[in-house]
């Protein structure tokens, strides 16, 4: 399945953006969270996370890396699970996704590891 996940953290923000290209994914999990709050303790992630390890995510479709959250380690930990479980995941604003032609990208870890220790500094 090729799905997307959307947070948005507080009530004046909105998901629309990041809900512009809904039609081109089997499934989106939608959720009004603080990404401090890591994925395995909210309600839609915490789904993800499950159909992730039962096989039926193969592509996760992000607008951003701190959509996941904003602690680095726990973002980390959260795209180790899909490399774990052979999870492509795909970053729309960096253009980047975690495998090339079914090969793990090298630059992927390199990059997201950067970005996710500045969500964490932004969110400080």
């Given at each position: 399945m090729r799905v997307k996940y959307v947070r948005f953290s507080s009530v004046g923000?909105?998901?629309?953006?990041?809900l512009l290209?809904?039609?081109?994914?089997?499934?989106?999990?939608?959720e009004q969270v603080s990404g401090s709050i890591s994925m395995d303790k909210r309600d839609v992630g915490s789904t993800l996370l499950n159909?992730?390890?039962?096989?039926?995510?193969?592509?996760?479709?992000l607008e951003a890396?701190?959509?996941?959250?904003?602690?680095?380690?726990?973002?980390?930990?959260?795209?180790r699970l899909c490399e774990e479980y052979g999870v492509n995941v795909v970053i729309s604003n960096l253009g980047i996704?975690?495998?090339?032609?079914?090969?793990?990208?090298?630059?992927?870890?390199?990059?997201?590891?950067?970005?996710?220790?500045?969500?964490?500094?932004?969110?400080?």
């Open positions: 923000q909105s998901a629309e953006r990041q290209d809904k039609a081109d994914y089997d499934k989106i999990y939608t159909d992730i390890k039962s096989g039926k995510v193969k592509e996760l479709h890396l701190d959509r996941i959250g904003r602690d680095a380690l726990d973002v980390i930990k959260s795209l996704q975690s495998k090339v032609d079914g090969k793990r990208n090298e630059m992927f870890n390199l990059v997201t590891g950067i970005v996710a220790s500045l969500a964490e500094n932004e969110r400080r």
